[in-house]
């Protein structure tokens, strides 16, 4: 079995990417990070990333766990995981063939998420997200995309359209 971790910033494509090639791929299964609670999640990422940024503070036993699940039921050809730091978790890195990385553009990505996260938000709470971006969540965000794009088995453009990085994503894993 095949593991790829496709990997992007907030809102540059991962779950969009993962779903899609699930779909495409035979015998494919998918895990998503945002589906687990794990011990030691980062709360204050401004503080995180004035500490080194050390991604091996969140606990991934959960995410092994179902991992190895998968891998012994034997029913698949590929495992996708929607999953945002590649190889740098010392926890899930021995199982991966091949990461992915979605570069989607830090505009590109914070529209994206304003406009998924905050339909319903007043024009106030949408400012302070602003605000927080530039004061705490770029450095953040441009950290990610600097470790983990060079981290990384292959980089795609995630100002593409969809499609294409989709395509382009499938012919990357089906040459892992």
Same mark, same amino acid.
């Given at each position: ?57 969140w606990d991934l ?18 495992? +996708?995981?929607?999953?945002?730091? /590649? %190889?740098? #978790? ?11 990385? !979605? @570069? ?22 949408i400012r302070e997200?602003?605000?927080?971006? +530039?004061?705490?969540?770029?450095? /953040? %965000?441009? #950290? ?11 980089? !795609? @453009? ?19």
């Open positions: 079995m095949n593991i790829i971790a496709i990997s992007a910033v907030t809102a540059g494509g991962k779950t969009t990417v993962t779903k899609a090639l699930q779909k495409r791929l035979p015998k494919a299964a998918a895990l998503y990070f945002d589906d687990y609670t794990f011990e030691g999640e980062v709360e204050d990422y401004g503080k995180w990333i004035s500490e080194g940024a050390d991604v091996n503070v036993t959960p995410l092994r766990a179902d991992i190895e699940r998968i891998i012994r039921s034997g029913a698949y050809d590929f495992l +996708l995981l929607d999953y945002p730091f /590649a %190889y740098e #978790h010392r926890m899930i890195n021995a199982y991966l063939n091949c990461c992915i990385f !979605i @570069d989607t553009p830090l505009d590109i990505a914070m529209a994206r998420r304003v406009l998924r996260d905050m339909q319903d938000a007043s024009a106030d709470a997200e602003m605000q927080t971006y +530039l004061n705490i969540a770029r450095t /953040a %965000y441009v #950290h990610m995309v600097n470790s983990q794009r060079t981290g990384s088995d292959h980089v !795609i @453009d995630g100002a593409m359209p969809l499609n294409e990085v989709i395509r382009e994503a499938e012919a990357v894993i089906l040459h892992c």
